[in-house]
């Protein structure tokens, strides 16, 4: 069974860095697409960013692009996603999710193995 593992958040000053990492265990993580979401207090679960199997392809949520950068290592089955310059409002609990599927996507629907999630605090 498939299990992915967060690590990585914490509590961090606006305007700073913190890199998550998400260990999953299994043969299948070379042939799929893997995801990061992320939510917030009183909101829904929200899409951050994901990359295909082979890294060749990436999404990102827009209000992150430019600051988060997402990458794999298929050789260690962990995917990374680094966070720069970080605001208030990317405080949430972030998720790692397995895709279904080679090609990277925004969907929820499209994952089927989700991690239990590392808290990123940003303060002022």
């Known amino acids: 069974q498939v299990q992915l593992v967060e690590s990585g958040g914490g509590l961090v000053q606006a305007g700073g860095s913190l890199r998550l990492s998400c260990a999953a265990s299994?043969?299948?993580?070379?042939?799929?697409?893997m995801g990061w979401f992320r939510q917030a207090p009183g909101n829904e679960r929200e899409f951050v960013s994901a990359?295909?199997?082979?890294?060749?392809?990436?999404l990102y949520k827009d209000s992150v692009k430019g600051r988060f950068t997402i990458s794999r290592d298929n050789a260690k089955n962990t995917v990374y996603l680094q966070m720069n310059s970080l605001k208030l409002e990317d405080t949430a609990v972030y998720y790692c999710?397995?895709?279904?599927?080679?090609?990277?996507?925004?969907?929820?629907?499209?994952?089927?193995?989700w991690g239990q999630g590392t808290q990123v605090t940003v303060s002022s």
């Open positions: 999710a397995q895709s279904a599927y080679y090609s990277e996507s925004s969907a929820q629907q499209d994952y089927n193995i």
């Open positions: 299994g043969r299948a993580f070379s042939n799929r697409a």
């Open positions: 990359i295909s199997y082979s890294a060749k392809g990436t």
